[in-house]
């Protein structure tokens, strides 16, 4: 059961262009994570937002808890060739022990 | 320096030949837990465990057994392989519970012919 849906799946954007990334659900989560993986590695942990409408800035990467905390996003301005990679979300619904990954969106920035 | 560690990094198997990979964490933490990442699919959760001799099931534990003697490790186990279990494979520990930051290992490629 695939419960996090992340889109798009895969971008390809400009050195220098601002790009956003969602990651969606119909369940309530207690706490959202952003990973980023890249190629032959671990994914490797971004942020985390545990409270609704929440909004976190990480230099150019901004993110945000939906006020309903089912949904976040994640916006990269002026991407840069380094930001290439998986990004990943990943969810824990109250009271469970267990975490739920998105499928991931490949980012690839163009020099 | 704080990190997770897994054996092999690579493993090519035929079908019903018991192996184990290896999970190693020097970070004194108490949550462990294993995914396996395939095309299309994401990460998805195999096993957890909260502490010593404490585990619990994930999305997909079909097929797979853990144990936690010590803290420190978490091996996975597949008693007999099947060419379905071809993935991806790693290893994550967090101080505490699911909302901490989780800490992964290089992963393990596993290929069963």
């Known amino acids: 059961t695939q419960l996090l849906e992340q889109s798009p799946q895969f971008l390809s954007i400009q050195e220098g262009e601002n790009l956003t990334v969602y990651c969606n659900s119909s369940s309530v989560f207690s706490s959202l994570q952003w990973y980023r993986q890249e190629p032959g590695e671990g994914p490797v942990l971004l942020v985390t937002v545990v409270t609704g409408g929440e909004v976190k800035k990480l230099k150019r990467l901004t993110f945000q808890f939906g006020d309903a905390r089912k949904d976040s996003s994640l916006h990269i301005t002026a991407a840069q060739p380094g930001d290439t990679g998986l990004y990943l979300c990943?969810?824990?619904?109250?009271?469970?022990?267990?975490?739920?990954f998105g499928t991931g969106t490949r980012l690839t920035v163009i020099p | 320096e704080a990190q997770v560690t897994q054996n092999p990094r690579y493993l090519i198997t035929v079908t019903g030949k018991k192996l184990t990979v290896t999970c190693s964490q020097n970070?004194?933490?108490?949550?462990m837990s294993w995914y396996r990442q395939d095309p299309g699919l994401g990460l998805r959760q195999i096993y957890y465990s909260m502490n010593v001799e404490v585990t619990d099931k994930g999305d997909v534990p079909e097929g797979y057994k853990v144990s936690r003697k010590e803290k420190r490790n978490f091996p996975l186990i597949l008693e007999s392989p099947s060419p379905n279990q071809t993935s991806l494979y790693f290893c994550?520990?967090?101080?505490?519970?699911?909302?901490?930051?989780?800490?992964f290992g290089p992963g393990t490629r596993l290929t069963v012919t």
């Open positions: 990943a969810g824990a619904h109250p009271g469970a022990n267990n975490l739920f």
């Open positions: 994550a520990s967090s101080y505490r519970e699911r909302s901490y930051e989780q800490y």
């Open positions: 970070m004194n933490h108490e949550y």
